[in-house]
């Protein structure tokens, strides 16, 4: 039987503005304060593997388009969630209904949420991106990521997971002051397991600095 979870939230002390946002060839670049161009996260930490994903779709395009699909879906799915919205889940296509059911368990450890799909940026780290959730994770403060998967990953091949996750945590802190030390990936895959990594963004923040760099000096200068 689905039994809904009621969440509590945390008010805000800080407001974020949308940031209006443009898709190159290198990927998508988001405009922070005054209108300066900034690169998105998710594009700076997975330049590394741009080639082999672009190879990958131009070869399997049909699955390519699947992928983003059943992305976009269950994104949309844990939001109205997690937002407390009533769900129905004849309505929700049966993949990405199966991937929500199987991530509950852990969507249900979530609470105190302070932010939800807000966007964040800053001038000083040199990146902008939304976030998928800060709140509470088992009663600790934490950046919150989900992602959906045709397969188990193995922790050793999610280094961009790992680097997405520590750049949401020092944006949030240059934004808010407020500092994360910890961070979630909760990962729903098609084999039908769910995965959960942890990690602290401070043995992710020079790999972080590094990629940021090399990708404003070879794009941007």
Known sequence: MFVQKKFTYIESKFTFNDLSSETTEEGRYYLGENNKKLPSVTTVTGWAKKQFFAKWRAKNPKEAKRVTR???KLHSVIEDYLNNKKLVLSEIPPLECDLFLQLKPELDKIDNIVALEVPLYSSKIGLAGRV??????????????FKGSTRDK???????????????????????GEKIDKFKILVSCETGSTQV??????????PLVEATKYFWKEHIG
């Not at 998928?132 to 990521?145: K, N, S």
């Not at 750049?167 to 934004?175: I, Q, R, V």
Request: glycine letters at 10%; proline letters at 2%; aromatic letters at 12%.
């Open 70 to 72: 059943r992305g976009n």
């Open 197 to 206: 990594f942890g990690g602290s963004p401070s043995k992710w923040v020079k």
């Open 132 to 145: 998928d959730c800060v709140g509470e994770y088992d009663g600790e403060l934490c950046v919150i990521d």
């Open 154 to 176: 193995e922790k050793k091949h999610i280094e961009n997971y790992m680097l997405q996750a520590t750049a949401y945590c020092l944006l949030w802190e240059d934004m808010t």
